[in-house]
């Protein structure tokens, strides 16, 4: 069976996500499905963000996705690991999930030189520590400090990112981040909404900081997987189209997606 690759999040912030997978590799059809309707994630439990995203991964099987990305690091953290696991194996065995927390932490060794990486996200992907447990695999030399940031999402998704009342949520976070740790020198921006605060976050950050949001690495990482599996690649169809669906209204997504994707998309409401 031949389809399109699946994106999904828990609402907006896929769409960088997307944006860049797009770029890197125009030539594939695209899926995009957010779950408007019931975002955030960020302060949801483990078993509701597994449901919430199970649902929304066999929608997009059943939108003929042979892959689909969970381009939320919410659901990454607290739902990959028991799809790729459980439900996968039982039910779609030719299907593959991915997600956007390890191929974000495969990058920063590479990337620091004091070993000591800061890692801003909503308060479930923290909580969840599955970047502190994904580093220290990959790189056990180095220290993660992590840190919510619970007023960031709502800013983006409320279109405040970029007045100047955000300054004052952005500054506070950086300062406390790199009170907890000032030898940090990598910062990962762990929320598929904060590329839009970036202008904010490098204005605030010192200078000598790195700071990683994650869009060009999940492209990379992608584009590499589907080197290494060329089954998959071969299910994905070409056409470089790309169909939008929200579980909220589509008007409203309409209008705000061309924030995040900087054109005008048509998008369609969906029942998960
Ligand atoms: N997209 C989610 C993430 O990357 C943040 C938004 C939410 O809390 O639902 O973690």
Redesign the pocket.
Known sequence: MKGPIGVF???Y??LTILDSIRQRMPQYDYVYLGDNAR?????RSFDVVYEFTLQAVKKLFELGCPLVILG???ASAKALRTIQQEYLPKYAPDRRVLGVIRPTAEVVGDISKTRHIGVL??T??IKSESYTMEISKLHPDCAVTGLACPMW?PLVENGEHDKPGADYFVQERIETLLSLDPEIDTVILG???YPLLLDKISRYCPQGITLIPQGKYIAESLEDYLDRHTDMEQSITRGGACRYFTTESASEFRNSASLFLRENIEAERIVL
């Open positions: 999040d828990s609402g912030g896929g975002a955030p994630y960020g302060i939320c690091n919410t996200a909503t479930g992907t999402v929320c598929t909404h």
